[in-house]
């Protein structure tokens, strides 16, 4: 049975946070049938059956994000989520029982409703707002970072050459000619254009244009700071997997201010971690609960101008990222941003309210409608347009994991702060968390192509690269 909801006592006691959380479901908010207010819940078995968060702007989205975070965390469930505009960064200080959130609380019935902080983890791929998240080119594969870099087909194709170019180097006898930051990657690149007539017959044609264009798209990307992102150390997504010292699931959060000014560095990022997740994460099935929960917020901006491969990957790794014991939650404004096909594989679905002015966005209200499995008690397609501030359309999977029958749901208030946290407490929390800081805060640039690449084109690093190669491929240097 989910929690139920009772009449608050006068003299609440304190409140703890395992409340919203009972018999292996987590508490989203209530909905009133007939007389009754019955609890909504998602269910932590069901979790790695995705979901989707939707609703027009100022609709109550984030603080739904931050009650789905609470909520997990509570669980024992570790939880990442990109926070967009610094307010989800709230969820770790205590909040305060403010009229609105007091109000809605005593709506539902929530017995005990009280404040309390979360543990929180701040990470930051521009190394500012959180411990930096980095990845190195080679982890980051020439699929996403032709994406990147906005490359076409045939350019992309020059980047593979690239990759694999680098790679035979290695297989070669130069262990070291690894692909790790822009630096090695400009590198290889200027280093191909150079050999181009001597490569062409084993990886084909390198025509300096392309290799002009992808020099000049580097450039670009460094210019959006990308560079402090590729490089060492390279994240582990093992630390995404923590509990704090009481058992509850650490929130990792993303600052990602200012990396929505690059939208598509944003959403290839956040697709690197989910392969990372895909590809390090051992199979484990059909879990009690998750391992992680994976909140990606302003999701279209994923699959806006994605190729039909980029596509392909975001359905592959959302199928069957489910077995890796990983519930990924997509959060836009509208379903129809969503494509059919990895919008169908997101079972459980809170809707908040969508504006319908134009002819569009009312075919978008009736398809968003359509999605639920219908109530005979509720216009679904009117109801999206009526729907206040914090209250939500919910569906979720139950018993054998077939959706519920849509409710009208009043989102529960959130524990933590609704809104951001001052710098100085955000600072405090990031030095704090020791075991992040110690591993990520130093940047470390070992020898790679790069360097490699210099040495092999001095006249004393060409005798020296020569003697090196020898060695390695005899065993001598070793
Ligand atoms: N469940 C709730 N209980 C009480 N108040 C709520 C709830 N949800 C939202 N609110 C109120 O509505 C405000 C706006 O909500 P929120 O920031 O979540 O909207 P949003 O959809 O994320 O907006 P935006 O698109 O601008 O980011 C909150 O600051 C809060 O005061
Ligand atoms: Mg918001």
Redesign the pocket.
């Known amino acids: 049975m989910p929690p139920s909801p009772q009449s608050s006592p006068p003299d609440t006691p304190l409140p703890d946070p395992r409340d919203y959380v009972q018999d292996g479901a987590v508490l989203i908010?209530c909905s009133r049938q007939g007389h009754d207010l019955v609890p909504e819940c998602i269910e932590l078995r069901l979790a790695n059956r995705h979901g989707l968060v939707t609703?027009a702007?100022?609709?109550?989205?984030?603080?739904?994000l931050q009650?789905l975070a609470e909520g997990f965390s509570a669980a024992g469930v570790p939880v990442f989520a990109a926070d967009i505009?610094g307010?989800l960064s709230g969820v770790g200080a205590k909040g305060e029982p403010k009229p609105?959130?007091v109000q809605?609380a005593q709506e539902i019935g929530l017995a005990r409703y009280g404040n309390a902080a979360f543990p929180v983890a701040f990470w930051d791929v521009l190394g500012e707002q959180g411990h930096p998240v980095r990845a190195t080119v080679q982890e980051m594969g020439p699929l996403l970072l032709s994406r990147l870099l906005e490359l076409t087909e045939p350019q992309e194709g020059v980047l593979n050459i690239a990759f694999r170019w680098a790679e035979d180097e290695r297989k070669a006898g130069d262990p070291k000619m690894e692909i790790l930051d822009l630096k090695d990657l400009r590198g290889v690149i200027d280093e191909m254009g150079k050999q181009a007539t001597a490569l062409r017959s084993k990886y084909g044609n390198i025509a300096p244009a392309t290799v002009g264009v992808i020099q000049r798209s580097l450039l670009v990307l460094e210019s959006q700071g990308a560079e402090k992102f590729f490089g060492e150390p390279a994240l582990d997504i093992n630390d995404f997997l923590r509990t704090g010292p009481d058992g509850r699931g650490v929130i990792n959060i993303l600052s990602a201010e200012r990396l929505m000014n690059t939208p598509r560095l944003y959403a290839t990022f956040l697709l690197w971690l989910l392969s990372e997740l895909f590809e390090k994460l051992p199979e484990v099935g059909d879990l009690e609960k998750p391992k992680l929960v994976f909140l990606f917020d302003e999701a279209h901006l994923l699959f806006n101008g994605a190729r039909a491969a980029v596509l392909d990957q975001i359905e592959r790794v959302t199928r069957l990222i489910r077995s890796k014991g990983v519930g990924v939650f997509y959060v836009t404004q509208s379903p129809s941003d969503i494509p059919d096909r990895i919008s169908a594989q997101l079972g459980n679905r809170i809707q908040?309210a969508l504006r319908a002015f134009t002819p569009k966005e009312q075919k978008a209200v009736r398809a968003a409608a359509q999605t639920f499995r219908k109530n005979p008690e509720l216009n679904t397609e009117r109801v999206i347009q009526e729907l206040q501030?914090?209250e939500a359309l919910v569906s979720v999977l139950h018993n054998k994991g077939e959706p519920s029958v849509v409710q009208r749901t009043?989102?529960?208030?959130p524990m933590s702060r609704?809104?951001p946290l001052s710098p100085q407490e955000r600072q405090a929390l990031i030095v704090g968390d020791a075991a992040n800081r110690q591993k990520y805060a130093q940047t470390l640039d070992r020898e790679s192509a790069h360097e490699r690449l210099k040495a092999r084109n001095s006249t004393v690093g060409q005798v020296k690269d020569k003697i090196l190669r020898f060695g390695n491929l005899f065993n001598l240097n070793r």
């Open positions: 908010g609703g702007t100022g609709t109550g989205k984030t603080v739904t009650v505009k307010d609105n959130l809605r908040h501030v914090g009043l989102v529960r208030p609704v809104g």
